[in-house]
């Protein structure tokens, strides 16, 4: 279940020393692109770095790195168990995403690395990541509407509570393509802190027309913010113009835009693109690239959709769909640590695209079998464009069936 506050996280960790330096990463898109692009940066510059990121895309412990790697699994167990213990001991109630923020710092703590970076689970004020005792810099990326029965209705009242991650003189770096109100919010809330606010802005910057090329605007955005952020937890190894091209263009974060073989699974033999867009913010984001990159004009694009229950799926479908392309919809399977995730009825997606009045040329209803989805999507494609997307669950399962 989800239940935001800090008081059992913060009893959860009372005994943990947390001497590592954190930077803190909130927003609703970019997060984990961000998380990524400062990992690569520490290691670049041989800085030891513990990084966690949720949702897990895989397994549960595949969320925590240390100096790249994944932990292992019976690390990560150890540690959860010692949490799990403790939680038992005070009768802390703690939920899952609790438990397992707990499992995390552990880790870093006993792995005695130098940075942490720390990826928001939800929000930011209230999310267990906010129990962070050393903060070197903050990150606020594009904030967009999500979550809306937790976060609030408006972009002003989901900024505030992304904002709650800011400390006192701690700088704080912001994706400088948000809304003018939400800069508005996030200025405040530093400025009544002491906190000083550094923008990131590709399109001033001299990045620009270099990355032009190799990454799209907001893969500038979230890089462009991971540099300045970088920079000012580490003054002392400031990389190049070419530098941080190289570690751009390296760095990896599954799920985002990444085109993945299935061949294994289907029989086709042309890559497939795979990418976690699950609010209307990244659907935009998926949609400029695949008509820059995928769609072609004699051909539609066919869609594997799936979504988690409770969202509002019919602006994401509104933004990917186009008249005469092909969907299959599936329904994610059990998420691993996270039972209270769901996913949307795939008959109710389907009855979404009726009802917001595009036309499909071609659809199926697979349910809750990926593989058969996937199956049917290879043949009506035709060596087509096709794209998986809808939900990271999905993304998970996708990657868990290329690991079989």
């Known amino acids: 279940m989800i239940e935001l506050g800090l008081a059992r996280i913060t009893a959860l960790l009372k005994n943990t020393p947390q001497t590592w330096k954190a930077i803190h990463v909130a927003g609703t898109n970019g997060k984990g692109s961000i998380c990524a692009y400062l990992n690569a940066m520490m290691r670049a510059s041989r800085v030891s770095c513990g990084r966690f990121t949720s949702p897990h895309l895989v397994d549960r412990w595949d969320c925590i790195t240390i100096n790249d790697s994944p932990v292992s699994e019976t690390k990560f167990r150890h540690f959860e168990e010692l949490v799990k213990e403790r939680n038992e001991e005070q009768r802390l109630g703690a939920s899952e995403f609790e438990l397992l923020t707990a499992t995390a710092f552990e880790i870093f703590e006993a792995e005695n690395v130098e940075f942490g970076v720390v990826e928001v689970g ?3 004020r209230l999310d267990a990541t906010n129990a962070l005792k050393y903060k070197t810099v903050t990150i606020i990326s594009k904030i967009g509407l999500d979550h809306q029965s937790f976060l609030g209705n408006s972009l002003e009242e989901i900024a505030l509570q992304k904002a709650g991650i800011i400390r006192g003189k701690v700088p704080c770096v912001v994706d400088a393509s948000n809304h003018p109100s939400v800069l508005e919010v996030v200025s405040s809330q530093a400025g009544s802190l002491g906190a000083s ?3 990131a802005d590709f399109r001033s910057n001299n990045l620009k027309g270099k990355l032009g090329e190799q990454l799209e605007p ?3 955005q979230n890089l462009l913010c991971a540099y300045e952020a970088f920079h000012l937890a580490y003054p002392s190894h400031t990389m190049s113009i070419d530098e941080l091209l190289s570690v751009g263009a390296n760095a990896v974060w599954p799920g985002r835009l990444q085109s993945i073989d299935i061949e294994r699974i289907t029989g086709r033999t042309k890559p497939i693109l795979l990418d976690g ?3 209307p913010q990244s659907a935009d984001v998926l949609l400029n690239y695949v008509e820059k990159r995928i769609r072609i004009h004699d051909k539609p694009v066919t869609w594997v959709l799936a979504a988690s229950a409770g ?3 019919s602006e994401i479908l509104k933004v990917l769909l186009r008249d005469g392309d092909n969907v299959a919809v599936v329904e994610f399977g059990p998420v691993d640590g996270m039972p209270w995730v769901r996913p ?5 997606i389907l009855e979404t695209i009726d009802n917001i009045g595009i036309s499909i040329s071609a659809r199926q209803d697979a349910q809750a079998d ?6 049917w999507a290879s043949k009506i494609s035709d060596d087509g464009p096709l794209v998986v997307a809808g939900s990271l669950y999905l993304v ?3 990657l868990k069936l290329l690991r079989t």
């Open 122 to 124: 939800l929000g930011g």
């Open 197 to 199: 606010i550094k923008l």
């Open 218 to 220: 907001h893969q500038q």
């Open 277 to 279: 867009a699950h609010n």
């Open 311 to 313: 969202k509002d799926i």
């Open 344 to 348: 949307t009825r795939s008959a109710t």
């Open 370 to 375: 990926v593989v058969m989805g996937l199956n």
């Open 396 to 398: 998970s399962n996708i």
